[in-house]
């Protein structure tokens, strides 16, 4: 975590309502605590995930902030279990690959891909991101690893 600018509270607000209400996620709490709110932590029912997973319950953790008029978040989702993360990044590190990019980290393998949304505000990019991660990406990223 490390994003430039400023947190707004009403978005983190939204952004843990989303959380709370998807079905594969059973806790969702502000980090490192409720006073500061530097990013969420949401934690994932590995029995819920296709494949199942276990039995360490997988994070997902969400950072989100606005400098100027640009918007700056971290998407990222970590399974010790299958021993992989992989998140949707807007932020500098691969400027290479446009704004938004998609990566996945494993010992031996990884990929890097430029994303684009449709989509503007905070809590409908992060309702496609949930939809992308437990219906797309781990199905496919965990039967290649």
Not at 72 to 91: K, P
Not at 111 to 135: A, G, K, M, S
Request: aromatic share 12%.
């Amino acid at each position: 975590m490390g994003l430039p600018g400023t947190i707004d509270s009403s978005v983190y607000e939204g952004l843990k309502d989303v959380l709370q209400r998807y079905p594969v996620i059973t806790a969702v709490a502000y980090e490192p605590d409720r006073i500061v709110k530097q990013f969420l932590r949401a934690r994932v029912d590995p029995s819920r995930l296709v494949p199942p997973s276990g039995p360490e319950p997988p994070t997902l953790d969400i950072e989100w902030r606005f400098l100027e008029n640009e918007s700056y978040y971290r998407i990222h989702y970590a399974d010790s279990n299958a021993g992989f993360n992989c998140g949707w990044h807007r932020d500098d590190d691969h400027p290479e690959l446009g704004p938004v990019h998609f990566q996945f980290d494993h010992p031996v393998t990884g990929e890097r891909e430029p994303v684009h949304f449709e989509q503007c505000v905070p809590t409908e990019i992060l309702w496609t991101v949930l939809d992308r991660l437990f219906e797309e990406r781990i199905p496919s990223l965990t039967s290649t690893v």
